[in-house]
């Protein structure tokens, strides 16, 4: 399937919804995504890269827009999207890791795939839409329309960004494989001591690692 941005932006109507697309001289300056080979509902090769499950396009102006977002968002969904997640703090990507390796006990390995915004175009060479979900909820709040689904939190899009259809071989700059071993023991060895020698364990995570994934990479 050829994606171009003909597919996800229409001519402007009095009901149409803003324009979210994160404008190119803002995009972060990389994205991070975690891929669960096997389980992930978006198809990823060497060679082209991700693609979302979703066939059909979307109109990221209209009225489908918002409902479809919420469906992504919510990890119980068994709908298709035309959306890839990805993470502006490569912290979250490891955390958002670790509670995958927590809730998958039989999977022992993950891919964290560093990745360049500005290289995410289609094959007319064209930037695709890279959403920051943080700025859609906030923006619909104002509106009293609620975005983020009842088992998720505002902390846990903060950082959250979507790319609609693909992220191309070309924008993946860099990619690590990640054991379950190695995360769990990374993880043991950021327990912070006091001066005196005691544990602390009340320190606050940050707050993308304040995760509950329970299915699949979406």
Known sequence: MAYNMSSSVSSPRSSDLPDFRTRFENLPDRLYRVHCPGRSNTSYTQSGGFRCSRKRGINIKG??????????LNWYSKSVSPFISTF????????????????????????????????????????????????????????N?????????????EDEYVCLYIVPARAIVRVEMVSRDELIRDEDSNIVEDSGGQVNSGQAPEPGRILSCLFCCT
């Open 63 to 72: 009225q489908e827009f918002i409902p479809t977002l919420t469906n992504h």
């Open 145 to 157: 329309v609620s975005v983020i689904p009842s088992k998720r939190t505002p902390y846990q899009i």
């Open 88 to 143: 502006s703090r490569e912290s979250h990507a490891y955390g958002w890791a670790t509670m995958y390796f927590q809730n998958h006990p039989n999977s022992d390995k993950v891919e964290i795939m560093e990745i360049d915004p500005r290289e995410i175009r289609n094959d007319l060479n064209k930037p695709m839409p890279v959403i920051s979900v943080k700025k859609v909820v906030d923006r619909m709040h104002r509106q």
